[in-house]
């Protein structure tokens, strides 16, 4: 039987996801510099049961062709033959039911493969469910693998890891920490191992994980791409003798290959027998618990990587640069922070952490840690929020009013919470269609159809008519949009008013980032408007935009208010189940339009456009000082937006 079927209940069947690539890879050794990435995918090979790896970078930084060659690169290993999971005959616990049945086994080998997880992908195409085929003509219940069966002793890839479902994420990292993956749906109940070698890449700028996510990755690194013209030449020098001739280009690099494969090797033989001494384990939870890392996943990631670092470079038992080192790579996503903190793992605080686990009593007992916890640096009454260092303006306390709630402004339930059907969510229940079901519930359907099969004639095992069809209700979690429309024109440069309206920007951004929300950034001032920021939900990203928006000018919020109405339609175009909110943040005088309107004329009509789409939208008035000719008020009235006023939210008011 070849390697790219399984056999069961004497059936072959393909497997879809284990197709041979015959062209050649780029070597992972001829990768230039990455040296981080590198070595944290090199650890997950000696060591899986540290947990993957989640790669945060730009575009075109190699991340994809590191996985692929380290694959490439990897020795082949035993596999039971005909197994559909690949299961390793020199472990028993770890085998599947069909593999445990047999008296005597047939091996083989096969390299290690990437499974890709297509961002699209379901959760029966990835966790499996009922054989349908087997089902209909039989009436067997019979398992039909999913991509997580064929992830097994393989890597399992998920490029933009940050754009899949959360509830498909869940499952990933849950079979990913188990080793195992638990079936339970559509009639059927099934158990089968699926431990694999996780990486997960994203790019930061289109959205981060949930905490709770980020958390369950063993390792994190940050690449960035290389600025060096002359390392960046040695790049195109490199790719271009690669795809001119990839046989001569990969045979330059095969004894470099080859020493890596077998330290590699080496390494994992090694691994067993490595111990951590018990002063360095006081060092990995001092540096843990002065990093604020929550929970104990962080501890326990850091003693796996520490003995893999030995193993990787030969000793025979670790020492503090080995701790240092899995520090950084297991610690720079658990450090607690607060949304916006700019805070990073350095030298200093691990030294300082290492030292002060020495002196430590020698009984075990730990120390009670002097660093006083961290604090937020969230805005409030008692603090001072600073922004870009060119600002002109002084800082400025700031108080969030009560009543000032992104999710009061636009819907009862918050962010993640809110709950919507769609194509490709989570199958929570079944229904009878009303009109031509998308997509079956066959666990629904064939119970319906169960009771009168005896009254039933034909020449399948299951009869099943019309009546008995049932649909899937398919459901994902959903947020808002939210579209903060700034006026940077030079009236709120006059008595500092621009460091107000930063501050309540950020107030709300900070309840966006609770709620999970996407925010996007238009501006205006001059004679045109800006997208300073596309919706996005790295809300990080959305916070350095807002402090350098530059200020001057004249107001066209007529321009400015068009092109937020514009995006937010995009948005809607895109996803129809988001919620949208317009957020304007200006005094309401306009004194540029297109020549053939006058200002108000053309505000009125933008207004009346966004009221007639029923796009939730408030109305931030920045006017200040005791006369107000209310321009803004009269906008919101318009536009039908919840109206407040700038100095509301300010604590002191405006200066």
């Known amino acids: 039987m070849k390697y790219d079927e399984f056999q069961i209940d004497n059936t072959k069947v393909h497997n879809p996801m284990s197709e041979i690539h015959l062209r050649l890879l780029y070597p992972f050794t001829a990768i230039v510099e990455q040296d981080t990435m590198k070595k944290a995918l090199i650890l997950n090979a000696i060591n899986p049961r540290i947990g993957g790896v989640l790669i945060k970078g730009e575009r075109g930084t190699a991340k994809s062709t590191a996985v692929r060659s380290l694959a490439a690169l990897l020795p082949e290993h035993a596999v039971v033959l005909g197994c559909m999971f690949g299961c390793d ?263 300082e952490s290492i030292e002060k686990s020495k002196m430590q009593p020698k009984d075990g007992s730990a120390c009670e840690s002097e660093n006083p916890p961290i604090k937020s640096e969230m805005p409030d009454s008692d603090k001072t929020t600073q922004f870009a260092p060119d600002s002109p303006f002084q800082k400025k306390p700031l108080e969030l009013a009560p009543q000032l709630r992104i999710d009061e402004i636009v819907r009862e339930s918050a962010g993640r919470r809110t709950t919507t059907e769609s194509e490709n969510g989570k199958y929570t229940k079944s229904r009878i269609p009303h009109e031509k079901p998308k997509t079956i519930a066959f666990d629904a359907t064939l119970r319906a159809a169960a009771p009168y099969q005896k009254s039933r004639k034909g020449n399948l095992a299951v009869t099943i008519c019309r009546s008995d069809i049932r649909e899937r209700v398919l459901e994902e979690k959903t947020g808002n949009t939210i579209i903060f429309v700034v006026d940077a024109s030079g009236s709120m440069g006059v008595k500092k008013r621009m460091s107000a309206v930063k501050g309540a920007v950020l107030s709300l951004l900070i309840d966006a980032y609770q709620k999970r929300d996407k925010v996007g950034i238009v501006t205006f001032r001059g004679d045109r408007a800006a997208l300073l920021l596309s919706p996005t939900s790295s809300i990080d990203l959305a916070e350095t935009k807002l402090k350098v928006i530059p200020t001057g000018g004249r107001t066209p919020l007529g321009k400015g208010l068009q092109m937020g109405f514009d995006v937010l339609s995009q948005e809607l175009h895109r996803d129809p189940k988001t919620k949208p909110l317009l957020i304007l943040i200006s005094d309401g005088k306009a004194n540029v339009s297109s020549p053939a309107e006058k200002p108000m004329d053309e505000l009125k009509k933008i207004a009346d456009c966004i009221q007639k789409a029923k796009i939730p939208s408030l109305m931030l008035d920045s006017e200040a000082g005791l006369i107000r000719l209310g321009y803004a008020e009269k906008l919101a009235k318009m536009m039908g937006a919840k109206y407040m006023k700038l100095d509301e939210i300010v604590s002191g008011g405006l200066i």
Request: aromatic share 4%.
């Open 89 to 351: 005959p020199e472990r028993p616990d770890e085998m599947c039911e069909e593999c445990r049945k047999k008296e005597e086994l047939q091996i083989a080998k096969r390299k290690m493969q990437v499974i890709e997880l297509p961002i699209s992908a379901t959760e029966d195409k990835v966790v499996g469910s009922l054989d349908i085929s087997a089902a209909i003509k039989t009436g067997d219940k019979r398992f039909e693998p999913g991509i997580l069966a064929f992830a097994h002793r393989n890597i399992l890839y998920v490029d933009e890891v940050n754009l899949l479902n959360d509830h498909i994420v869940d499952v990933l990292l849950d079979a990913a920490a188990m080793g195992i993956n638990i079936v339970e749906r559509e009639g059927v109940s099934f158990i089968h191992p699926s431990a694999f070698l996780l990486v997960g890449t994203m790019n930061p700028e289109e959205g981060d994980l949930r905490p709770q996510l980020l958390d369950r990755f063993g390792l994190c690194v940050e690449i960035e791409g290389i600025r060096n013209p002359d390392t960046r030449l040695e790049i195109i020098r490199r790719r271009m003798d690669f795809e001119s001739d990839p046989q001569a280009f990969s045979a330059e690099w095969t004894l470099s290959e080859k020493d890596l494969a077998e330290r590699i090797t080496t390494a994992q033989k090694m691994l067993p027998e490595i111990t951590i001494p018990s002063m360095l384990l006081k060092m990995i939870v001092q540096i843990c618990i002065d990093a604020g890392v929550d929970g104990h996943r962080g501890d326990i990631a850091m003693m796996k990587v520490v003995k893999t670092l030995a193993a990787y470079y030969g000793k025979q038992e670790p020492d503090e640069d080995d701790v240092r080192e899995a520090a950084r790579l297991v610690l720079t996503h658990r450090m607690k922070k607060t949304p916006f903190s700019n805070e990073r793992l350095n030298e200093d605080s691990i030294n």
